[in-house]
């Protein structure tokens, strides 16, 4: 869609409260692009940075760090070996590992984990995943509905509640976001600590910016300006999301 | 001197501190990462930062030597800033896994956070929240002198200081219902349980108060 440097400095102007970037083929991709945009942005970006996608092993993580992250999100090689939230919390410290539970609604009503954005089965059930992170020392979970993700139909406040009821560590919802009333009864009803947002951000920001060469020459631009398949999603800027959560008597940052 | 600036932040291989460098350069001092106690003993102005344990922080601490020459910059007058564990250090001690020892510039005690008593508080606090401080001159002269009331700030911890003397307290903090002291300030230091180079441009703003300071204090000294 662009290069992400932009896109961070703009919601950091935007008032973010944390970036999280999520390289979802990091596999195709040398690690090190990554690490380079990292470090370019945490050089004039002064809050919380997350990175996910294809962290594996302690080396991984350390690099990540040192590259200028302040935490990791770990999914796939966390159900693979459960043992590496706990090497990696005891080495790094709980609230530097966060584990990110992708879930996928099943016809039967239960919720499993999935691993590689949903396209790897894993039967394991999430709200029992959930505990058992906790207890492995992760500090905190980003929960995404896959069914939801991208899709504009608002989260899925069922899953958000048994996750948020299973775990006393902090939940990040991420998943489904139409607008910003959306966002809210995540927080008011499914007990969501704060909420990832992208796609409703993310529109704007390329319709702001789309005479910019750069972004257009890296990414599908055209695609997403025409937004055939987001329509439900509203656009909106974190500075509008945040004054109306605020004005429904969520404490916040403004 | 005085136009350099030279502020050590003591690197004793836990958590990140290129943040901190970096918003050092945004507040126009001149940071420096180093282990070595030489540079310690010739800043003029010193970060002690700190993500991760309070006992291990001590023990690498003492075996890089770096205890005794953090005390003498400290009792010289030399600005000095503490960050999170950076802040819980100073203290004389810590519950932290058992009881440690620390190095003692701060009469008074780290407590853990405990759900028993609050059974809404999520342990670690990370995420913003609010600091403030009843007496609105208190932060005349620190670094949040131009900060108002109640701004949030970024937080990542499980254990808070509890100062014995309460008049060293620059801000308090409610987490859960729980207010308890999340920055000190006593003499040339100033220490928070907050991260400000990770609290955004509020966070930036102390950043080059504190560094106000600094040339203050060396345009004091001649």
Request: charged share 25%; hydrophobic share 40%; glycine share 8%.
């Amino acid at each position: 869609m662009g290069r992400p440097e932009d896109f961070a400095k703009y919601y950091y102007e935007d008032g973010a409260d944390e970036l999280f970037f999520q390289d979802v083929v990091a596999s195709l991709y040398e690690r090190n692009s990554l690490h380079e945009i990292i470090t370019k942005t945490v050089k004039e970006i002064f809050i919380p940075i997350t990175v996910g996608g294809g962290i594996r092993t302690i080396t991984d993580i350390r690099n990540v760090l040192r590259a200028g992250a302040d935490k990791v999100c770990i999914n796939t090689a966390a159900i693979n070996n459960p043992d590496f939230i706990r090497q990696a919390s005891r080495m790094f410290g709980s609230s530097t590992i966060v584990v990110a539970i992708e879930t996928i609604r099943q016809t039967d009503g239960r919720y499993l984990a999935y691993t590689d954005n949903g396209r790897e089965y894993t039967g394991i059930e999430a709200t029992e995943w959930a505990e058992r992170v906790e207890e492995l020392g992760a500090g905190e979970i980003v929960l995404t509905s896959v069914d939801r993700d991208g899709t504009g139909d608002g989260f899925d406040l069922d899953l958000v509640t048994k996750i948020t009821r299973a775990a006393s560590i902090p939940i990040i919802v991420h998943g489904g976001a139409r607008d910003s009333s959306d966002i809210l009864s995540v927080i008011r009803d499914g007990n969501a600590d704060a909420v990832a947002v992208a796609s409703i951000l993310h529109y704007n920001y390329i319709k702001h910016h789309n005479s910019e060469k750069a972004c257009s020459e890296e990414g599908n631009v055209e695609f997403l300006l025409s937004r055939k398949s987001f329509s439900k999603i509203q656009n909106t800027t974190l500075h509008e999301i945040k004054e109306f959560l605020q004005l429904n008597d969520i404490s916040l940052r403004l | 001197m005085s136009d350099t600036n030279a502020v050590v932040i003591i690197d004793y291989q836990l958590g990140n501190l290129f943040s901190v460098y970096q918003a050092c350069l945004h507040a126009g001092l001149h940071p420096m990462i180093t282990s070595e106690k030489r540079d310690l003993l010739n800043a003029q102005a010193v970060i002690l930062p700190g993500v991760g344990a309070f006992g291990d922080a001590m023990m690498t601490l003492k075996k890089l030597d770096l205890i005794e020459p953090l005390k003498t910059q400290v009792k010289k007058g030399v600005p000095f800033l503490g960050i999170c564990l950076g802040m819980q250090l100073l203290f004389t001690e810590s519950e932290e896994f058992g009881h440690y020892k620390g190095i003692g510039l701060i009469e008074g005690s780290i407590l853990r956070f405990s759900e028993k008593d609050r059974n809404s508080m999520k342990i670690p606090q990370i995420g913003w929240n609010t600091v403030y401080h009843p007496d609105p001159n208190k932060w005349d002269g620190t670094p949040l002198a131009t900060i108002e009331q109640n701004k949030f700030m970024y937080f990542v911890h499980s254990y808070y200081a509890k100062p014995e003397h309460s008049d060293l307290i620059l801000t308090q903090t409610n987490y859960a219902g729980l207010e308890y002291c999340s920055a000190i300030h006593k003499e040339n230091v100033i220490a928070t349980q907050f991260h400000p180079e990770k609290s955004g441009e509020i966070g930036i703003k102390f950043y080059r108060n504190w560094a106000k300071m600094i040339n203050e204090y060396y345009r004091s000294e001649g």
